[in-house]
């Protein structure tokens, strides 16, 4: 049994303002999700995107704006949406403190598609041996 030690894996600046912790993926021989957290300071999140696959994002705490396709709401703490395949989405810090995130995608290798090409794409795969 491997056990994943969370509190040891690094944070990773995702883009000003944003860490992000990756928990489970390909990188720790994940193979069907990636997990991880997120940490956003005020006004900021993730930019218009969509996956392939399907995603959970949930509120650990602070207060989001959840924009799905063309549908936006208001979430706090203990509180997720589920994401379709390929729907377009995007999320803010609308509060005063940090915005902490949990993201779980149906897939081992993190793969986004921005609206705004300027984006820096990410992809989180094994360290090749």
């Not at 944003?18 to 993730?46: D, K, N």
């Not at 995130?101 to 990410?122: C, G, K, Q």
Request: proline share 4%; with cysteine; charged share 25%.
């Amino acid at each position: 049994m491997d056990i994943l030690d969370h509190a040891s894996q690094p944070l990773d600046k995702w883009r000003d303002g944003v860490m992000t912790r990756m928990r489970v993926s390909a990188t720790v021989q994940g193979r069907q999700l990636c997990i991880f957290e997120q940490f956003c300071e005020p006004g900021l999140g993730a930019p218009m995107h969509l996956h392939a696959v399907e995603e959970v994002l949930e509120v650990i705490e602070g207060t989001a704006e959840i924009t799905l396709r063309d549908e936006s709401a208001i979430m706090t703490a203990n509180q997720s949406v589920l994401i379709p395949a390929g729907a377009r989405h995007s999320f803010r810090n609308i509060g005063t403190g940090t915005l902490h995130v949990r993201a779980t995608l149906a897939a081992a290798i993190f793969e986004a598609s921005y609206d705004d090409r300027n984006e820096i794409s990410r992809r989180f795969v094994p360290a090749e041996a």
